[in-house]
């Protein structure tokens, strides 16, 4: 299973960024995918999932701001950031787990993309 996010980068703060993640090699039948976070100096923090039955979840931070969203056809996940504030800031990394259940921390993800960093400025 290969996860490839893409799509980081700087902008202001109430700009908008859209992340994405290729998806390879995956051939469970059900599953739970998603994005974590990381900021400089602190643990790495759930933002949104969805499963294989197409339920989603998000932080309290992301909600309102943030969508994910998938596409089956393309194999990529994607994680729509609007209102971006600088306490955004941080390494953005996509996840998948077979199992649908997406609670847990971040160590009951097995796969995890490389990353892509989001710079929010006021």
């Known amino acids: 299973v290969q996860l490839v996010d893409s799509g980081g980068g700087s902008v202001q703060s109430g700009g908008s960024l859209r992340l994405s993640c290729a998806v390879s090699?995956?051939?469970?039948?059900?599953?739970?995918m998603g994005w974590f976070r990381q900021a400089p100096g602190k643990g790495r923090v759930r933002v949104a999932t969805?499963?294989?039955?197409?339920?989603?979840e998000y932080a309290d931070s992301a909600k309102g701001r943030f969508t994910i969203s998938q596409d089956n056809d393309k194999n990529t996940l994607y994680l729509q950031m609007n209102s971006l504030k600088p306490e955004d800031t941080a390494m953005y990394y996509c996840?998948?787990?077979?199992?649908?259940?997406?609670?847990?921390?971040?160590?009951?993800?097995?796969?995890w993309g490389q990353g892509t960093q989001v710079t929010v400025s006021s």
């Open positions: 996840v998948a787990k077979s199992r649908p259940d997406c609670g847990g921390a971040y160590w009951t993800y097995s796969y």
């Open positions: 090699g995956y051939t469970y039948s059900t599953y739970c």
């Open positions: 969805v499963d294989s039955a197409g339920s989603t």
